[in-house]
């Protein structure tokens, strides 16, 4: 289980997870080519260690654990999977 970034990103891309993020699992960090192209922040399910250091420093609270991602969410776990090509 991953941890997984949802609609409360969309347009806030604050990176206050990146830095608490121990493994370097969240991305588009802001000195990345792609960071202005992007509407929000995505978690690499994969790299992802489920640590949850990410959630409390979530400033609009958009960080769930893939197990408690609300319903109306749910397509957020492809979106952050597939922008790692997962």
């Known amino acids: 289980m991953a941890y ?3 609609e409360p990103c969309i ?7 990146v830095d608490a993020c121990p493994v ?5 960090k802001k000195d990345e080519s792609k960071f202005g192209g992007e509407e929000m922040l995505y978690i690499d399910p994969v ?5 949850g250091a990410c959630v409390p420093v979530c400033p609009v609270s958009a960080i769930f654990a ?3 991602l609300p319903e109306k ?3 957020f776990t492809a979106k952050n ?3 790692y090509g997962r």
């Open 47 to 51: 790299e992802c260690i489920d640590c």
């Open 11 to 17: 347009g806030t891309k604050d990176t206050a997870c």
């Open 66 to 68: 893939q197990d408690d």
């Open 73 to 75: 969410w749910t397509d």
């Open 24 to 28: 370097d699992c969240i991305h588009p």
């Open 81 to 83: 999977a597939a922008f």
């Open 4 to 6: 997984v970034i949802a």
